[in-house]
């Protein structure tokens, strides 16, 4: 057997070293490139709290390329996009958008990838129908978000629909710290009371003014209309500002502008509006087979409201109106309602219940000329903005029991009992 070669050994030892240290390098090389991977997020995040909005997206771009359905990077990255108001393009909310779609709703974080969506839809493309779509995808995710409710609540206000809002209202005023509930009940009184101006900081916002006599909140609606056409509940509450206003021929006109019209009557909203403007106009007709569509399901004050003008205007029974007004008069809505409540008193009247219809008319009459007072609700506007005064609180809650709302009433005195916990 021939004897090893010392030299030849050597060689392998040295190749098995050189072989190693390559292994090492590459392995330290792919660590080294991995590591710098991941700390592109960690980068944008640095820069995203800096306001470097466009070193965010760069460190984004590279992280997205190797991690394309991370639903935080994607968050990130639409956030870098929107605030960066140096961006002179309007692309930037598309390519925001995209990233949100890119989030699907069984993926972490969709609750909010939806909320970011709504808000883009409605702050700056000005198109609440599509903002309320997402909110109630995202409130399906996560009923408890405090920003979903609040948002509601403020699309149904800034639209028109009130009415439908209070659920909302009272979800955000749960979920609030309680630093903070006295300031959402503020929120909530100029809601119900000055209705007009409640919304203000949003009207001004999303770019609308008063003009002339007309309030910002009905441009704001012209302004959702050009952006959004077919969101036929905008259509419908314009129509009831011209019907308030009493031009019921304005008011139908606008409705008949509704582009799909086979798709407005499925909204309760608009509805109630085309049956009202045509009773307003004498067509009864029209009226009846209007209200013959009323969506599903029959309840509620919208629909016991119209159903108590067919019943007492297009088929003349003030009998039969009597109990679709009595149920309508027991929801929210009607507390504020002082045409519901004469239109009650007069069909009382007509069937021989005097008794009841004076007290229904005297109560109107109270609540218009001794609760409401000119300068009863101009005081308490101003004053208002004082949370810290007990006794204001208390007169805030006196004039909710005058109105039967016991639980803004109760609310109100909570707080007015934590004054008095915490006064020197």
Same mark, same amino acid.
């Given at each position: 057997m021939p004897a090893a070669d010392p030299g030849a050994a050597v060689y392998t030892r040295r190749r098995l070293v050189l072989l190693s240290c390559g292994v090492l390098v590459v392995a330290g090389s792919v660590g080294y490139w991995w590591w710098s991977i991941e700390s592109e997020m960690e980068n944008a995040r640095q820069a995203i709290e800096r306001g470097d909005w466009k070193p965010a997206r760069a460190h984004l771009t590279r992280?997205? +390329?190797?991690?394309?359905?991370?639903?935080?990077?994607?968050?990130?990255?639409?956030?870098?996009?929107? /605030?960066?108001?140096?961006?002179? !393009?309007?692309?930037?909310?598309?390519?925001a958008i995209e990233h949100l779609h890119q989030i699907g709703d069984d993926a972490p974080l969709s609750a909010r990838a939806r909320l970011q969506e709504a808000r883009l839809a409605l702050l700056i493309l000005r198109e609440p129908a599509r903002a309320e779509h997402l909110l109630r995808r995202s409130l399906k995710l996560n009923p408890d978000s405090y920003e979903a409710n609040f948002l509601m609540?403020?699309?149904?206000?800034?639209?028109?629909?009130?009415?439908?809002? =209070?659920?909302?209202?009272?979800?955000?005023?749960?979920?609030?710290?309680?630093?903070?509930?006295?300031? =959402?009940?503020?929120?909530?009184?100029?809601?119900?009371?000055?209705?007009?101006?409640?919304?203000?900081?949003?009207?001004?916002?999303?770019?609308?003014?008063?003009?002339?006599?007309?309030?910002?909140?009905?441009?704001?609606?012209?302004?959702? =209309?050009? !952006?959004?056409?077919?969101? !036929?509940?905008?259509?419908?509450?314009?129509?009831?500002?011209?019907?308030? !206003?009493? /031009?019921?021929?304005?008011?139908?006109?606008?409705? /008949?502008?509704?582009?799909?019209?086979?798709?407005?009557?499925? +909204?309760?909203?608009?509805?109630?509006a085309l049956f009202e403007a045509l009773v307003d106009l004498g067509e009864f007709q029209k009226a009846k087979r209007c209200f013959e569509q009323f969506p599903r399901p029959h309840s509620g004050y919208l629909f016991w409201r119209c159903e108590g003008i067919y019943r007492q205007h297009v088929l003349n029974d003030a009998a039969a109106a009597v109990e679709p007004y009595t149920h309508a008069s027991t929801c929210w809505p009607a507390k504020f309602d002082w045409n519901l409540m004469m239109r009650l008193s007069e069909c009382l009247r007509k069937v021989g219940r005097n008794n009841e219809a004076e007290r229904v008319q005297s109560r109107v009459k109270h609540l218009t000329t001794k609760v409401l007072t000119r300068e009863r609700t101009s005081q308490l506007r101003n004053r208002v903005g004082n949370l810290n005064n007990p006794f204001l609180a208390q007169e805030i809650c006196s004039l909710y029991r005058e109105f039967g709302l016991t639980r803004e009433a109760d609310a109100w005195e909570e707080h007015r009992q934590s004054l008095l916990r915490y006064s020197p």
């Amino acid at each position: 057997m021939p004897a090893a070669d010392p030299g030849a050994a050597v060689y392998t030892r040295r190749r098995l070293v050189l072989l190693s240290c390559g292994v090492l390098v590459v392995a330290g090389s792919v660590g080294y490139w991995w590591w710098s991977i991941e700390s592109e997020m960690e980068n944008a995040r640095q820069a995203i709290e800096r306001g470097d909005w466009k070193p965010a997206r760069a460190h984004l771009t590279r992280y997205l +390329d190797w991690h394309p359905q991370d639903p935080a990077a994607h968050l990130l990255m639409a956030e870098a996009l929107v /605030k960066d108001d140096s961006r002179t !393009s309007d692309d930037f909310v598309q390519q925001a958008i995209e990233h949100l779609h890119q989030i699907g709703d069984d993926a972490p974080l969709s609750a909010r990838a939806r909320l970011q969506e709504a808000r883009l839809a409605l702050l700056i493309l000005r198109e609440p129908a599509r903002a309320e779509h997402l909110l109630r995808r995202s409130l399906k995710l996560n009923p408890d978000s405090y920003e979903a409710n609040f948002l509601m609540w403020k699309v149904l206000d800034l639209t028109g629909r009130h009415i439908n809002s =209070r659920e909302y209202f009272w979800r955000v005023y749960e979920l609030s710290p309680e630093t903070e509930r006295a300031s =959402r009940l503020r929120d909530w009184f100029f809601a119900e009371f000055y209705s007009e101006t409640a919304n203000e900081p949003f009207t001004r916002a999303l770019g609308a003014e008063k003009i002339g006599k007309i309030p910002a909140s009905v441009n704001l609606l012209v302004r959702f =209309r050009e !952006s959004e056409p077919a969101a !036929s509940f905008v259509h419908a509450a314009l129509a009831a500002y011209y019907l308030e !206003s009493g /031009k019921p021929k304005s008011s139908l006109e606008l409705l /008949k502008e509704a582009p799909d019209l086979a798709h407005a009557m499925q +909204d309760p909203f608009f509805v109630a509006a085309l049956f009202e403007a045509l009773v307003d106009l004498g067509e009864f007709q029209k009226a009846k087979r209007c209200f013959e569509q009323f969506p599903r399901p029959h309840s509620g004050y919208l629909f016991w409201r119209c159903e108590g003008i067919y019943r007492q205007h297009v088929l003349n029974d003030a009998a039969a109106a009597v109990e679709p007004y009595t149920h309508a008069s027991t929801c929210w809505p009607a507390k504020f309602d002082w045409n519901l409540m004469m239109r009650l008193s007069e069909c009382l009247r007509k069937v021989g219940r005097n008794n009841e219809a004076e007290r229904v008319q005297s109560r109107v009459k109270h609540l218009t000329t001794k609760v409401l007072t000119r300068e009863r609700t101009s005081q308490l506007r101003n004053r208002v903005g004082n949370l810290n005064n007990p006794f204001l609180a208390q007169e805030i809650c006196s004039l909710y029991r005058e109105f039967g709302l016991t639980r803004e009433a109760d609310a109100w005195e909570e707080h007015r009992q934590s004054l008095l916990r915490y006064s020197p």
